[in-house]
């Protein structure tokens, strides 16, 4: 599995919103992608700032 992809849970690690999870919606381009959650709004977020988890 590729720590980067549709689908894949991961936690935030930075900004207002570090240590919330969230979840890939979509890959914009190399740097970064579109997440949602829970406790997270939906918006891009840069990928150096997303720690991939397993589930």
Known sequence: MA???VGR???KTAGREAGKECEI???ID???VEV???EVKN???NINHLEPIME
């Open 43 to 45: 918006r891009r977020c």
């Open 9 to 11: 849970k991961c936690i």
């Open 36 to 38: 949602k959650g829970d």
């Open 25 to 27: 919606v979509a890959i």
């Open 3 to 5: 720590a980067i992809e």
């Open 30 to 32: 190399e740097n970064f």
